[in-house]
Structure formats: structure tokens, C-alpha cells
């Protein structure tokens, strides 16, 4: 029963956190916080003002009237530690009749597959049957509906605002499940090189409700490895605050040097961030995009600057501020456009690169046929 009870760890752990009623979680739905598309994953997620494509139904729900004539498809694929974790975006960005609306429809999936449940691993006279082993997949999906307007302003500045509509659902094998609901609220301004944007994240809080299946012997495993058995609870994500401006600089006439800096603001408590108060923390983030002809691009970006422990120090007092950098390129061919990101996912001292690749295509509407 001992060796039973131990094997079972790797399942008590996608519950120790999900026991709470009702309550505040500082990093609730966070695969929501991971980026979509190279590009802006290349620019240290710096988004909110210069996103123009269908990506800005994850950083800007305003910003996808900035997509015109044609729908457009997005997709993205990444994965994180060796191929452990998998990330995938695909978005469909539809413009309506006037060009001043806009419809987006955008699914996330981050999921964790082929996890060893080992439950039944042991059996109650102590042999081992590794035929009792299976596997189950922990996932996280998000799919979201957003509509844009545009709002022409005297001076020739013109104004998108946006909302999002997310529907989140969570699974962990047949162990836990949870359905989620939020909105997103979102505006751009565009001047003739300067954008400002502004998105207010889960506004009315978002919410997940979950719900355990677990049987009887499940039931006192947990027990006797003192952990508390759960119960049907709903977790919250607090609102969050996103402020950014960008500029296009005109190097030449073939050249332009694009840069945004953005300011991430949660409320739910200290954060290990530059400005970190209680309950107020504000995070910046840097993005830079060098175009050539608006065909090839090179990026950069630096984001997620923290304090950590000094690894020379043997004291293990001393501290030093590390943040993550991005690297990235696209280029465009015709209707198609090929980005590319190279992120670290961690901090300075403990590197953990990865490659990502987004796809963007134009999608041309038939022209009807003249009448004879």
C-alpha cells in the first residue's frame, strides 16, 4: 500500500492547488499568458498597439479591424520542455461588408499528453503489474470569439475598440474538468507612426468551475497521503491592465525600424516584477521589428524581468535582475506570410529556448462573375 500511495503523487499534484472555494488565484489560467504568433512572441509579447494581423485576437480584440478585404488564417505551433508540453494557436479573422467591422474566432490548446497513471500500479499484495499503468493528457483549451469596430476621430486619428469572448475548458484525464467564462475589452488608436493601445483583461473576472471524479480507492489514497479530497470549487482570475505605444521610425525608404513598449498591471498581489506593490504590479515589456520593404523582418524583444538568488554567491543572499529575451524573422511571400520566434522560456540562469513557427495566409474572396 505504501509504494501504492507514492506512485500516486504524480495525480494528488494536479489537484493540491484546485482545492480552494471561490478564491482569488494569482496564476489562474496562465497557459492564457503564454503569447500567439511568432511575431509577437519574437517582440517580448509587446503587442497591444502595433498588432495589425489576426493575432490581435489574443493581444487586442480592437486591432483585428486592421484586417480588411480578405479573411485571414493564423496558425501556430510550439512545444516547451523537449516536447513535453504542446502549444498550438489557430485563428480565422473574418471582415465584414464594410471593412469597419470585424468577426475573429481564435482556439488556444496547451496540453501535457501521455502522462503515466500509475494508480493501480502496485497491487494490494505488493506485486507490480506494469499492464495496470495507462496514460492520460492534462489540457488546457481556450476558444474565443471577438468582434471589432472602427471609430474614424477628427484629425485624421482614427480609434478600434474590441471585445473578447473566452470559453475556457480545462481537463486533467477523467480525474477533474472545468468550464470557464470571461471577457476581454480592448482599444487602439492610430496615428500616421504612432499607435496607442490599451486592453483590460478579464474585466468582469473570469471564472473556471471544476468538478472531481474520483472513486473510492482514489478517495483514500488522498487520505492517506494527507492530502484534502476535492470538491466542486470555482477558481477566479483577476482583471489585468495592459497599456502600450509604438512608433515606426522611417530609416529609409526601403527600411523602418518598429518599436513598442508595453506595461503589464495586475492587481492580485506582489509580483516578483520591476514595480511590485500590494495589491498593484506592473511588468514592462520591449519589442522591436526591423521591415525591409515589408517583406523580410528581423525582431527582438525583452520581457518577465525578475530578482533571482546571484548563482556566485554561496551566500545565497545576493540578488540581480534577469529577464527573458526573444529573437525572431518572417518574411512574406504573396498572400503568405512565415514568422519565426526563438524564446526563452525561463530566466538567464536556467535557459530554456524554444523554437516556434506561425503561419499567416490571405485568403482571397472569389470575384463573382459579371452578369452577361
Known sequence: MLAKMYSFLTVVGLFCCLAANAQFLKYSNEFLNIGAGARGMAMGGAQVASVTDGTAGYWNPAALVNVKDNPQLNLMH???YAGIGKYDFANLVLPLKDNKRTLGLTLLRFAVDDIPNTVFLVQPDGSVNYNNVTSFSSADYAFIISLAQQVDLKGGTRMNVGVNTKIIR???????????FGFDGGAQFVGKRWKLGIVAKDVTTTFNAW???????????????GNEIPVKSTELTAPQLILGGSYNFRITKKISLLAEADLDVTFDGKR???????PVSVDPKLGLELAFKDVFFVRAGVNNFQQALDDKDTTNQKKLWVYQPSLGAGFKVGDVQIDYAFTNLANQSAPLYTHVFSLRIDLKRKEKSAKR
Open 170 to 180: 480545462r481537463v486533467a484525464g477523467s480525474f477533474a474538468s472545468a468550464w470557464g
Open 272 to 278: 516578483n516584477t520591476v514595480i511590485s506593490s500590494n
Open 78 to 80: 510550439a512545444e516547451y
Open 211 to 225: 468538478s472531481f471524479n474520483l472513486d473510492e480507492e482514489m478517495k483514500q489514497i488522498f487520505t492517506l497521503t
